[in-house]
């Protein structure tokens, strides 16, 4: 197993960067700092430093009254842009300053290219992997923990903490932040540099986000040349503090992950296709933990589907063209949406109440025009549609929500050609497991 580049024993735990002097500078003029830093989680993640500084008080006021991005300056090299978050003068006390970077953070010498990048994962699901085995104060831990992403050029392996359930436990209890995995980056042939690194990440980390049904990153990178530290990276990623939303892979579903790992890794090179995964992953996930509440959701989702039916539909298969892609109907669009992947257009049967509104209709709508129905009730805010609306019921509208999020995780993963099992949140088995079952195309 991986040894992991930081620990955590509680969540929320500050990660220390470095202690002693540093500076910070506005381009022309600098102050002294002696204090410390550290990487901390709640309110506001990123690296925050801290310090006092005997310098002249006029000096000190100049430089942090700045409206730019300040540098913090260690041994001569940029730490990264931060900005003052309090200055507190105290008669002839040094004063005390407290800053925080703005997103980009990198200690020691970021210009130095390496064999090796390892890094730690907050707050991603508990997944099974391949077995491994770790030696620690004295015990001998067997997990199946592995993970492991490759396509021509690198070779990414990610391991579950031998602490896992103790640690998963920790944060459903309290809350926020913890690290869970650790992992390590590697090119199949020569080094790779700070930003190569930071390249890999982008599209790792959007890849991570879409299993975990969450926002997550590979964080504190750490890259290393035959076991010595050249840089280390604190830089601020997106990660969602814990929440408890589902997610399509199910806990022992890692067969085809590398697939398409590949298959992302190929759009990614093109810059239309690499938008198009950033937009409509973050619709997804944004629609997945029901920012806006259920209603707010349901928009986001179906904007999704709408730019999945276009990317897919039209662009790529072009099974529709012209004018007569625009001109067909919300609820057209996600039938040859759900055409195109093989997916049913019924509403499934353990969504009672959805059927039972789609049923109350004139037409007896199927799934597509029944979340299409409520979507224009949500988005139209005449006041005949608010008194539709009203009176739907909340189950059926919160259904509705987790009905087009089905239809999103499942057309993702059939573009990314997954052929394995996964969690079908519209199957309302009893059991986790029950509800574990073949992708419709397989």
């Not at 992991?4 to 470095?18: L, V």
Request: glycine share 6%; net charge neutral; proline share 2%.
């Amino acid at each position: 197993m991986i040894e992991p580049p930081f620990d955590m024993t509680q969540p929320n735990e500050k990660i220390p960067i470095y202690e002693g002097v540093f500076a910070l500078s506005d381009g022309s003029s600098q102050i002294d700092i002696s204090g410390y830093i550290y990487f901390n989680w709640l309110p506001n993640s990123g690296a925050h430093f801290e310090g006092f500084s005997k310098e002249n008080r006029l000096l000190i006021d100049s430089i942090c009254a700045t409206t730019e991005n300040l540098d913090l300056i260690i041994d001569g090299l940029i730490f990264g842009k931060v900005f003052i978050t309090n200055v507190n003068f105290r008669n002839n006390d040094p004063t005390k300053i407290k800053g925080i970077a703005t997103r980009h953070a990198t200690l020691l010498d970021k210009s130095k290219n390496v064999d090796t990048v390892k890094f730690a994962i907050p707050n991603l699901r508990e997944i099974n992997g391949d077995p491994t085995t770790r030696f620690f104060n004295g015990i001998t831990y067997r997990r199946l923990s592995r993970i492991s992403l490759e396509n021509d050029k690198y070779v990414i392996i990610i391991d579950k903490s031998i602490h896992f359930e103790t640690l998963s436990k920790k944060l459903h209890d309290e809350g926020g932040f913890i690290l869970l995995y650790e992992g390590e980056l590697k090119k199949k042939k020569g080094v790779i540099s700070h930003q190569e690194s930071r390249d890999v990440f982008e599209c790792l980390n959007l890849f991570l986000t879409f299993i975990n049904g969450r926002r997550t990153s590979g964080l504190f990178l750490l890259g290393t040349t035959n076991d010595e530290i050249c840089w280390q990276d604190f830089s601020n990623e997106f990660v969602d503090i814990h929440n408890n939303s589902i997610s399509w892979i199910s806990k022992d579903s890692i067969r085809d992950l590398n697939h398409c790992w590949r298959k992302l890794n190929n759009f990614w090179l093109r810059q239309n296709d690499k938008d198009f995964f950033t937009t409509v992953i973050n619709w997804y996930i944004e629609a997945n933990k029901k920012s806006g509440l259920t209603l707010g959701a349901i928009i986001l989702a179906q904007t999704a589907l709408e730019l999945l039916y276009n990317w897919l539909v039209v662009e790529n298969k072009k099974l529709i063209i012209g004018n007569d892609s625009k001109d067909i109907t919300a609820s057209n669009k996600i039938r040859l949406l759900l055409s195109t992947i093989q997916v049913d257009y019924s509403i499934p049967k353990s969504f009672v109440a959805l059927q039972h509104f789609a049923n109350s209709t004139t037409n007896k709508l199927d799934g597509p025009e029944v979340v299409t129905e409520i979507r224009n009730a949500i988005v139209h805010s005449q006041e005949e549609k608010r008194k539709k609306l009203n009176r739907i019921d909340k189950v059926a509208i919160s259904q509705a929500l987790n009905l087009c999020i089905w239809y999103i995780e499942l057309s993702l993963l059939n573009i990314l050609e997954y052929k394995g099992s996964y969690f079908n949140r519209c199957a309302g088995q009893k059991f986790h497991f029950d509800n574990e079952e073949k992708v419709p195309w397989k």
